[in-house]
């Protein structure tokens, strides 16, 4: 199994197709931050302003539209949600 912080280039980077071909399969790094929102009943709005990071950024990751993820913000919302275990935020898909 391929460890999620293994694949996060940090300072800023991005993660890109090439990084996560694995035998000719493209995978792709998914956060699952809205399915965790939703299930905790908490705005997206609400958590953006609360945390610090623009309603946008929120929304982005939310809808998976971003290709690279900065540190500092998967640390805020890690630590905003109790989350210790990266596995419950992200996930590897083909």
């Known amino acids: 199994m391929i460890s999620i912080w293994e694949n ?3 300072n800023k980077s991005t993660l890109s197709d090439n990084d996560q071909n694995q035998g000719g399969r493209v995978m792709r790094l998914y956060i699952k931050l ?3 929102l939703d299930s905790r009943n908490i705005p997206k709005m609400k958590f953006a302003d609360k ?3 623009r309603r ?3 929304s982005e990751l939310c809808s998976n ?3 690279s993820f900065n540190r500092e913000h998967v640390a805020k919302i890690a ?3 109790d989350i210790t275990d990266m596995n419950e935020l992200f ?3 083909e």
């Open 8 to 10: 996060l280039r940090y």
């Open 34 to 36: 809205e399915e965790i």
């Open 51 to 53: 945390i610090g990071i």
């Open 56 to 58: 946008n950024v929120i």
């Open 65 to 67: 539209q971003r290709t």
């Open 79 to 81: 630590k905003e949600l």
């Open 91 to 93: 996930e590897i898909r």
